[in-house]
């Protein structure tokens, strides 16, 4: 099949898989439900498939897209120009707290580039105070597992994250056949609305991630082991927690109890060992590994 839509030939290092399905575009654009007035900004509208639609409904809104050619043609786009903010920038470096207006929060939506979505999302998570909620297009297969409950084979890092930080909802399932060119996967849009009080405290996010990332480092061992050089058995059953649980059946809020717990034997003196393995695990960017 031809990589060309619309004139443009798509390109694979952009993640570049063209909506043109009508019955699909518009039941993604119902289920963003975009107001006139809302604070809306799309990541990579590449020819505009969700963008012309989004563009009817509201006054105006923001663009982010890294391909050049792509964000010049949305600049001289005959219909929807003057609606359109057109940002040419990486996504992962865009600081969205700017697009904040006083009241109002940002809607984030997009039919994101798969080979990004998973560090996307997480730079967005930085950003939750500022977000209303995100509609984002990915694998099927991504959408489980930011969906997935604890005691699920889906259930891995990307799940506690992104639940500590939204409630996430799939809203459309999506076939290969509704994009050009067609990915191999299933598609799914997710909801992720970001949640207004932290549901689970957690005195460090940082400590969040060392225990998520080592306990599903080693997703088949027990927490005593995986844990062990951030806990003790002792710490994990003063949690009420058993240690002989693995990874994938701890829940978010034991996970936050375990985070607070490491985070507060890493700020004690006499644990300096624990303290060191801390920093080490966390000084490995876990966003790539799942
Ligand atoms: N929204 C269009 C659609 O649904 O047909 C295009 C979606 S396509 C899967 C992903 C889009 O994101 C492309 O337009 C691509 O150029 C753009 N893109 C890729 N990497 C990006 C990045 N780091 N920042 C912003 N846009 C990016």
């Known amino acids: 099949m031809s990589n060309k839509h619309l004139g443009h030939t798509a390109r694979k290092r952009f993640g570049q898989n063209f909506l043109h399905d009508e019955y699909i575009i518009d039941k993604i654009v119902s289920a963003i439900g975009p107001k006139h007035d809302d604070n809306i900004v799309e990541i990579g509208p590449g020819l505009g498939a969700l963008t012309e639609p989004v563009a ?139 949640r207004s009080l932290p549901q689970y405290a957690v005195s460090s996010v940082a400590s969040l991630q060392t225990i998520v990332t080592a306990a599903f480092n080693q997703r088949r061992k027990t927490i005593r082991n995986s844990l062990k050089n951030l806990l003790s058995e002792v710490q994990i059953v003063a949690l009420d927690i058993d240690p002989d649980s693995r990874a994938e059946q701890i829940t978010i809020a034991q996970f936050a109890k375990l985070a607070n717990a490491s985070h507060k034997a890493s700020q004690a003196p006499s644990h300096e060992p624990s303290h060191k393995v801390a920093q080490e695990i966390s000084s490995h960017d876990p966003r790539h590994s799942d």
């Open 56 to 194: 009817e409904l509201v006054d105006s809104f923001t663009v982010i897209e890294l391909d050049r050619d792509l964000a010049a043609r949305l600049r001289s786009h005959p219909f929807i120009r003057d609606k359109l903010t057109v940002v040419e920038q990486d996504a992962l470096k865009f600081d969205f707290s700017q697009l904040r207006q006083s009241q109002k929060k940002i809607r984030v939506f997009g039919n994101l580039p798969y080979n990004i979505s998973t560090p996307l999302m997480f730079h967005l998570f930085k950003y939750c105070e500022h977000i209303q909620d995100m509609h984002f297009m990915l694998q099927h297969e991504v959408v489980q597992r930011l969906c997935a409950k604890s005691g699920s084979k889906l259930y891995g890092r990307l799940s506690v994250m992104a639940q500590y930080y939204c409630s996430a909802v799939p809203v459309v399932m999506v076939p290969p056949s509704a994009f050009k060119p067609a990915p191999k996967v299933d598609s799914a849009v997710v909801r992720l609305s970001p």
